[in-house]
Nanobody
């Protein structure tokens, strides 16, 4: 059974940093692109990062490029999202997900419950 469980969310001040972790099980992480997306209640989901399999190529939208970093440790079945210079914005739930298709146009297949991230003073 495919499972992804995110952790590390919470409240952070504008300009601060937060690191999210995603523990995976039930599948061979090495074989999958993994993406992170976020969703504000009532809004469309927004992809914020994706990491490829073989060469671990990374992809980010312009909105987070230079501030977010995605990484993976296949041996530990974990994927991470380092978020720096966070901007104040509406609370969002962040999800890590298995991705079908290319990271440039991800289709999210399975994801976890997601922690909420709030950036506010």
């Amino acid at each position: 059974q495919v499972q992804l469980v995110e952790s590390g969310g919470g409240l952070v001040q504008p300009g601060g940093s937060l690191r999210l972790s995603c523990a995976t099980s039930g599948f061979t992480l090495d074989y999958y692109h993994i993406g992170w997306f976020r969703q504000v209640p009532g809004n469309e989901r927004e992809g914020v990062a994706c990491i490829g399999t073989s060469d671990s190529s990374t992809y980010y939208p312009d909105s987070v490029k230079g501030r977010f970093t995605i990484s993976r440790e296949n041996a530990k079945n974990r994927v991470y999202l380092q978020m720096d210079s966070l901007n104040p914005e509406a609370p969002a739930v962040y999800y890590c997900a298995t991705v079908f298709g290319p990271c440039t146009s991800p289709e999210y297949a399975s994801w976890g419950p997601g922690p909420q991230v709030t950036v506010s003073s």
